[in-house]
């Protein structure tokens, strides 16, 4: 993995700085490259071909092709020997070059050629346009700001590269209402006015001549023109994406909790594949409410003869700088406290002397396996239910094991469109809650208008379809950024192979029955793993590691907390008395207030941070 950096300007940008900033990314070489109008830059992470002659910014047929790129492309053999038969030659054994030579071919249709995770830059000398993409699934960050007027275009792999560029540094107000819907944003946004991402399957193509600009979704789940049917055996496809992504010429691991997810890969992978599992702190396991995933990824190990070994994570900051760490390090407006978790796990793979680590990521968007799919899916018999609930509403409130659920629930059904009530299901304050908070109302409309528009795409499918569609260019979206800047701080590559365009393809255009059922999600998996460890595994609770926010927020306290925000920039988007308010009910025990606060907190480091 890499960091890829540049620009399309009149005034030359020396790169250095961004480039040093990414070093983390790439700490195996670091090149740039000149035109009196244009710069790209690059930091690599050596995996295919480590030789030097791989190196970027990457030059073929006399420096006429010129690509900076971040990713893998691991079907890159078989395009290999397409071009080859096409009487091109190679000098690397490369993914880079390959991938070069692909947009040498056949130009901007190479990319529905591609199975991989990337984000590009190429410039193309022989028609003076710099073309951009993204790779289907949105795996890979790329950042950039366009300024048509001043024919204008920088771009990077993380935000903080971006900012060394001269362009403007403010928050757009409509960012702060739709983050406090969902703790992070729908694709394209990132918090800042006028700082996008490329779509996940998007193109970008500029004319370095006249700046013309073309943007273009070269690929979109929802629009069957860009699709591919997949007529194989969900198996096939699972066992295939495996070996393609296990490929590797350095230490390549599996992060292993004993989960649906990880077992699934665990038991495709070569025995030379260690399995990592962590092995938290029994208080904090108990802290958490959660089952010890350590215990059953042993036993589970033990099923399938595995080879695992066991990780330690420790708590080395106080409450608050947790707090404050993970909004200076998320980039984007993303209150994910995982961060920490993931960031500290890469790490010890890092002193392992691991350069790739695999993941189960992805597959609770892609095989439908968070409870709220079974709850959109069998809407009918849960608002039934809801509706013979609600006499019982505040006896509910103060059950602590449901109090941060119970009010998701019945905000669901209250909501006065799909768009919305989903978001309920996703966010900790509800619509009326919202309503009351912020002081731009407007932002409000903005955001109802945003998700309508992107449910309008697929209005002809299911309710299930729909929030699958959402959580693409949303809920998944704002976890592949997690984990590839919490992996990418060590210089680790994470590789998905349960989050890849063929699945998509497939499970998008399947019968929900075939995903989920009122008592079972993932239900492919499921059946997979049926086959080769005991059912009692394969259908325990899910665990997953929540870390211990209630505590975190009483340990800062009511007061601590209050000072902080007394003379926060949070008060220019924020109703502070609001704010003030849901900090004393929390505090007085009359309701649980933890995630709110929590999310109030990080936005106010992360606006802080933005100013810097």
Wanted: with cysteine; aromatic share 14%; charged share 25%.
């Amino acid at each position: 993995m890499c960091g890829i950096v540049g620009y399309i300007s009149r005034n030359k940008n020396k790169l250095d700085k961004n480039l040093a900033l990414m070093k983390h990314r790439g700490p195996d070489a670091s090149e740039v490259y000149y035109t009196e109008q244009l710069g790209l830059g690059h930091v690599r992470l050596s995996i295919v071909d480590t030789k030097e002659e791989a190196n970027q910014p990457f030059r073929l047929q006399n420096e006429n092709y010129i690509m900076v790129y971040n990713g893998e492309v691991y079907n890159f053999k078989e395009l290999r020997t397409r071009l080859i038969m096409k009487n091109h030659t190679f000098s690397t054994t490369s993914d880079t070059e390959v991938l070069l030579v692909m947009y040498i071919e056949y130009g901007v249709e190479m990319l529905k050629y591609l199975d991989g995770m990337f984000a590009f830059s190429i410039f193309d000398k022989t028609k003076n346009i710099l073309f951009c993409a993204r790779d289907h699934l949105g795996i890979k960050p790329f950042y950039y700001s366009l300024n048509e007027i001043d024919k204008e275009f920088y771009f990077a792999s993380e935000l903080s590269a971006l900012f060394v560029f001269p362009i403007e540094k403010s928050i757009d107000k409509n960012a702060i209402t739709e983050f406090l819907f969902n703790g992070w944003l729908y694709e394209p946004n990132t918090g800042f006015a006028n700082i996008y991402k490329i779509q996940p399957g998007e193109y970008i193509q500029i004319d370095l001549d006249d700046f013309t600009v073309t943007k273009e979704l070269y690929f979109d789940i929802s629009n069957e023109e860009t699709v591919e049917k997949q007529e194989r055996n969900i198996e096939n496809i699972i066992e295939e994406s495996v070996g393609l992504q296990s490929y590797n010429e350095v230490k390549i691991g599996n992060f292993f909790s004993g989960g649906i997810d990880s077992t699934v890969i665990a038991s495709l992978l070569d025995k030379d594949v260690k399995n990592l599992t962590v092995k938290y702190d029994e208080s904090d396991v108990e802290s958490a409410g959660i089952e010890d995933d350590a215990y059953y990824a042993n036993k589970i190990a033990t099923e399938l003869n595995l080879d695992i070994d066991y990780i330690s994570i420790g708590d080395k900051m106080s409450p608050l700088e947790k707090i404050q760490y993970v909004a200076e390090n998320t980039d984007d407006l993303v209150s994910d406290f995982t961060f920490i978790a993931t960031e500290e796990i890469s790490r010890e793979s890092k002193e392992r002397n691991y350069k790739i680590m695999l993941s189960g990521m992805g597959a609770d968007e892609l095989f439908c396996g968070y409870p709220r799919y079974t709850m959109v899916n069998y809407e009918n018999r849960f608002r039934f239910l809801a509706t013979l609930m609600r006499p019982l509403y505040p006896l509910l409130k103060n059950n602590k094991s449901i109090a941060k659920k119970i009010d998701r629930f019945f905000s669901y059904f209250s909501a006065k469109s799909f768009g919305i009530a989903y978001s309920q299901l996703l966010g900790y304050f509800s619509y009326d809650e919202i309503n009351v908070l912020v002081k731009e109302q407007a932002s409000i409309k903005t955001y109802e208008n945003k998700i309508s528009t992107m449910l309008n795409k697929v209005q002809d499918k299911s309710k299930l379809k729909k929030a699958m569609y959402l959580d693409i260019y949303g809920f998944l979206s704002h976890n592949f950024m997690i984990s590839d800047k919490a992996s990418m701080q060590h210089s680790i590559e994470l590789r998905v192979p349960l989050a890849t365009k063929d699945i998509l393809q497939k499970n998008f255009y399947s019968l929900d029955t075939k995903l989920l059922n009122f008592k079972k999600t993932k239900l492919q998996l499921r059946d997979f793993l049926y086959k080769i460890i005991p059912k009692k595994y394969v259908d325990r609770k899910k665990a997953g590691f929540n870390p211990p926010l209630d505590q975190i927020i009483y340990d800062i306290g009511e007061s601590e907390i209050l000072s902080i925000l007394k003379e926060s920039a949070v008060n220019d988007y924020l109703k502070i008395e609001i704010v003030h308010n849901l900090i004393k009910e929390h505090f007085l025990r009359k309701v649980n207030n933890t995630y709110k606060i929590w999310q109030i907190l990080y936005l106010h480091f992360w606006i802080e941070h933005s100013k810097k």
